[in-house]
């Protein structure tokens, strides 16, 4: 597991080549990503 980023209370800026930096890095053949809303609206 890896934290990628963890925002501020309304946004967060992510650069899809640190997303995947890991999982290729690690020759991963596998990669699952999951996001919240802390507020509780989608």
Not at 11 to 35: E, M, N, S, W
């Amino acid at each position: 597991m890896e934290m990628i980023s963890k925002g501020s209370l309304n946004a967060t800026i992510i650069d899809p080549r640190k997303v995947f930096k890991g999982a290729l890095l690690a020759d991963a053949q596998a990669v699952i990503l999951a996001h919240n809303h802390p507020s509780g609206d989608v």
